[in-house]
Nanobody, 123 residues
Framework: QVQLVESGGGLVQAGGSLRLSCAASGRTFSNYAVGWFRQAPGKEREFVAGISGSGSMTRYADSVKGRFTVSRDNAKNTVNLQMNSLKTEDTAVYYC????????????????WGQGTQVTVSS
């Protein structure tokens, strides 16, 4: 079992920044790729960014490429999502998820999920 807890969400103006964190506990965290997903009201949950277990590989959705950066510290069992130049369309509940494999963009592939943290970007 892997337990995940997100933090760092909040209200920010367009153009601002937020840093989300995902704290993990349980099994060897470095064995798991971690993905960040988001879900806006009335929309499906979508892949935002992912990082491999070692941290050597990252992947991003086109909509956030160049604005968001994912990183991890396996010694602290944390994965961070730095979000810059935020837009109103980034408003959503953000989730981190873990899977014992390479980075995947498919929601159903992930075994463990956090409870989510709300990000609201105002105009």
């Amino acid at each position: 079992q892997v337990q995940l807890v997100e933090s760092g969400g909040g209200l920010v103006q367009a153009g601002g920044s937020l840093r989300l964190s995902c704290a993990a506990s349980g099994r060897t965290f470095s064995n798991y790729a971690v993905g960040w997903f988001r879900q806006a009201p009335g929309k499906e949950r979508e892949f935002v960014a992912g990082i491999s277990g070692s941290g050597s590989m990252t992947r991003y959705a086109d909509s956030v490429k160049g604005r968001f950066t994912v990183s991890r510290d396996n010694a602290k069992n944390t994965v961070n999502l730095q979000m810059n130049s935020l837009k109103t369309e980034d408003t959503a509940v953000y989730y981190c998820a873990a899977v014992r494999s390479l980075i995947v963009r498919v929601t159903a592939a992930y075994d463990y999920w956090g409870q989510g943290t709300q990000v609201t970007v105002s105009s």
